[in-house]
């Protein structure tokens, strides 16, 4: 390993934290500076860049394969890495934060992987960044045990064979980290703080434990974006001194761009790339944003209608697959986000029907893995792989050779056969409230209506009332969406709220604080990129 210099990072508007120094220690700094000086400024002209190609959108209205990648395309010899041993077999993985709670729960869940978030589901408050880095490191070391104060319960970790593997996700390029700043004052990019403190810390010990340091790679728009990580990748491992190609990464195929580039990403990933996953909130999110002036054929209906089946979302999930298992890559599916009622049976047991078959039509269309945001749907999705897959443990063998995609199949949004209505409306501004309310407090993954709601889902909540303000949309009642219209329905929900858990809960909380961030993110004319920026302005801690 490199001998660092003393580090130039300094931790400002930041209350100390117990045990930081075991994160924070002045070599693993020194690391992320590193990254800071080498790759931020890179970063930065790919932020730009998303800017032009926004605005091209705009005013073309449409999108298409890149011709400048076409023999990367074309040339049928190339291959991402082998799969390590503890990345082979990836057929349910379970989400969620790193809190020390979830830490243990979710290794102990029976899924094969564990998403540890530090990004939609994790609101980056210091006490969140710092710590979850550190429960990590002692679920590593065994070093970890929680007894929640309210039940007296107490979890420890089971043996080290029937743990989840971890794959880690930092948070996405355009997300900085405002308590960590160069001598200039710069912040650090969140993506480089989280990778840069887990890779330092865990690189080696991962190893020793027969894993690595795996991580999933948020919110990429371009192939360029991957390859910046691949040389950050690539560094990395050079200063740790671990063999390249210890890394091993998954994409989420989440924004609108990145799905005409995903065999562009991959290539660009291949000696460290393992896969790609399917995240449905935050692409749907994306196809409004960058097709949010592109008239009434990319109106969305209300976000629960456009489910896996619709056509522009199976050419996408049929194109994931076709992809990763011709370059041999995983395709991993997308998220049950049900969470089951510990009152009502009845919904129970039409959530899970719908979870099963969700599950089977994913396992069915050749997928090798799917994403559960709560430990009791991992024997439902795993059940569906095990039907699939038997004894393999993986399909990389079914090459869907039948598929095939065009371009304008994947913003065929005009195809599906739903229009958006009154109750939709009030869910996005339900969700929406809550959502950031909740993460306002510290909290990423937040269940409402009994379901799992992380930030990709109030992008699209916020989204939606944006997009049919400015679409002039009529809904089933027969109501024009307005901003005056999403207004009334905040007050109301505010109203709900404070008569559904009192007075003093209610000023206890940032109810008001949440209505106005949701109403200006989702009324102002200029349309924020991510609502978590200037939501991150109001983030105390």
């Given at each position: 390993m490199s001998a660092p210099a003393p580090s130039p990072l300094a931790i400002v508007d930041a209350e100390p934290l117990p045990r930081q120094e075991e994160v924070l220690t002045e070599a693993a700094l020194a690391f992320v500076a590193e990254l800071h000086r080498r790759f931020t400024p890179r970063r930065d002209e790919l932020l730009a860049r998303r800017a032009e190609r926004r605005a091209e959108i705009a005013r073309t209205s449409t999108l298409d394969f890149l011709p400048e990648t076409a023999a990367i395309r074309a040339d049928d010899s190339w291959r991402v890495a082998p799969a390590p041993d503890a990345l082979n077999d990836r057929r349910v993985e379970i989400t969620g934060p790193t809190d020390r709670k979830m830490t243990i729960n979710a290794l102990n869940s029976g899924a094969k992987v564990w998403l540890a978030d530090f990004e939609d589901a994790s609101a980056p408050t210091w006490e969140n960044v710092v710590l979850g880095q550190l429960n990590l490191i002692d679920a590593y070391t065994r070093n970890i045990d929680f007894t929640d104060p309210k039940s007296g319960k107490s979890y420890a970790l089971k043996a080290n064979e029937e743990l989840a593997t971890v794959v880690m996700r930092p948070r996405g390029w355009h997300l900085n980290e405002r308590h960590l700043v160069d001598a200039d004052g710069t912040p650090v990019p969140g993506a480089l703080v989280d990778f840069g403190l887990y890779f330092f810390h865990n690189a080696k010990r991962l190893l020793g434990l027969g894993k690595g340091p795996y991580f999933y790679l948020p919110k990429t728009e371009s192939h360029l974006e991957a390859r910046l990580w691949n040389e950050v990748f690539v560094f990395a491992q050079d200063y740790v001194g671990v063999p390249q190609g210890t890394v091993r990464a998954t994409v989420l195929i989440e924004t609108i761009t990145a799905a005409y580039e995903m065999e562009e990403i991959l290539y660009e990933l291949r000696d460290h790339a393992s896969g790609l996953n399917a995240g449905r909130w935050d692409y749907l999110f994306s196809i409004v944003k960058n097709f949010r002036d592109g008239g009434a054929k990319f109106v969305l209906p209300d976000r629960n209608a456009v489910t896996m089946t619709a056509p522009f979302m199976r050419a996408y999930t049929e194109l994931l697959v076709r992809t990763c298992h011709k370059r041999g890559a995983h395709a991993i599916g997308g998220m049950a986000a049900f969470i089951p009622s510990r009152r009502d049976a009845e919904v129970n047991k039409v959530a899970f029907e719908k979870v099963r078959a969700d599950k089977d039509r994913e396992a069915n269309d050749g997928f090798d893995g799917s994403w559960v945001a709560h430990p009791d749907l991992v024997?439902?999705?795993?059940?569906?792989?095990?039907?699939?897959?038997?004894?393999?443990?993986?399909?990389?063998?079914?090459?869907?050779?039948?598929?095939?995609?065009?371009?304008?199949?994947?913003?065929?949004?005009?195809?599906?056969?739903?229009?958006?209505?009154?109750?939709?409306?009030?869910?996005?501004?339900?969700?929406?409230?809550?959502?950031?309310?909740?993460?306002?407090?510290?909290?990423?993954?937040?269940?409402?209506?009994?379901?799992?709601?992380?930030?990709?889902?109030?992008?699209?909540?916020?989204?939606?009332?944006?997009?049919?303000?400015?679409?002039?949309?009529?809904?089933?009642?027969?109501?024009?969406?307005?901003?005056?219209?999403?207004?009334?329905?905040?007050?109301?929900?505010?109203?709900?709220?404070?008569?559904?858990?009192?007075?003093?809960?209610?000023?206890?909380?940032?109810?008001?604080?949440?209505?106005?961030?949701?109403?200006?993110?989702?009324?102002?004319?200029?349309?924020?990129?991510?609502?978590?920026?200037?939501?991150?302005?109001?983030?105390?801690?």
């Open positions: 024997p439902i999705a795993m059940e569906s792989f095990d039907k699939v897959l038997g004894d393999k443990p993986n399909q990389k063998d079914r090459l869907r050779e039948d598929v095939d995609v065009k371009a304008t199949d994947l913003i065929a949004v005009d195809a599906l056969d739903a229009k958006p209505t009154y109750a939709g409306l009030v869910n996005a501004v339900q969700v929406g409230i809550r959502y950031i309310e909740a993460w306002l407090r510290g909290l990423g993954a937040v269940a409402i209506f009994n379901l799992m709601e992380d930030a990709a889902t109030a992008e699209i909540s916020r989204s939606q009332i944006w997009q049919w303000i400015n679409a002039g949309v009529v809904l089933d009642n027969g109501e024009q969406v307005t901003a005056d219209l999403a207004r009334k329905i905040a007050a109301e929900e505010l109203a709900n709220i404070r008569a559904e858990i009192g007075d003093e809960a209610f000023a206890a909380g940032n109810w008001q604080q949440a209505h106005d961030l949701l109403l200006q993110v989702s009324l102002d004319e200029d349309y924020a990129d991510f609502l978590t920026l200037p939501a991150y302005e109001q983030l105390k801690g």
